[in-house]
């Protein structure tokens, strides 16, 4: 089993707010890092409004009150430090989710809590979605939220390898790594 998928969700929210103050100092000294983040909040507004003008996001609404979402227990596990702290540097309040014990962590009053998503929920497409949307406009939403998914590649990547090496070893307690 991966580190990602053994770490409970608790653990990683906290270690992810307690690095959030010094990776945001840091990328204010970084204009790769800061044009990656505005790059990959416009690909995640033109996805969501895609997502609402073909209609999927209806469908998805629709089918997450009748009780049959695809956001089921422990899928929060796929998700690791790096992209919590994304999504902490876009606004998302972690501790709004929880809210059905028996779905994702990550669900809200008002369906996933969470603004930039890993790879195994954006590409997930349901036969529901495939037999109600006409393909070509499943494929313009695919090559949008493609795009971002590579942009929030190289931002996990760069907080991993630069920005957090460039926080000393001793400043990262026992319990965070
Ligand atoms: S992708 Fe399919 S299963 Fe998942 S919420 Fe949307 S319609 Fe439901
Ligand atoms: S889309 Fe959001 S709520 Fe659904 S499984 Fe993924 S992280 Fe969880």
């Not at 969700?9 to 890092?33: M, P």
Request: proline letters at 2%.
């Amino acid at each position: 089993m991966s580190e990602t998928l053994k770490n409970p969700i608790s653990v990683k929210i906290g270690q992810s707010i307690s690095l959030y103050g010094r990776i945001t100092e840091l990328i204010e000294n970084n204009d790769e890092a800061k044009w990656l983040i505005q790059e990959l909040n416009n690909l995640v507004d033109e996805s969501e409004s895609i997502r609402q003008m073909i209609g999927m996001a209806k469908e998805c609404e629709d089918c997450s009150m009748s009780g049959s979402g695809c956001c089921g227990k422990d899928m929060e596990n796929h998700y690791g430090v790096e992209i919590l702290i994304i999504n902490l540097l876009m606004g998302v309040n972690l501790f709004k989710g929880g809210h059905n014990k028996d779905s994702c962590y990550f669900v809200g009053e008002g369906g996933c809590i969470l603004r930039v998503r890993e790879v195994i929920c954006v590409n997930y497409l349901c036969n529901r979605i495939y037999s109600r949307i006409p393909l070509k406009n499943i494929i313009l939403f695919q090559e949008v939220s493609g795009r971002g998914l590579d942009t929030l590649f190289y931002l996990e990547e760069k907080i991993k390898n630069y920005i957090l090496c460039k926080i000393p070893e001793n400043a990262v307690s026992h319990e965070e790594k």
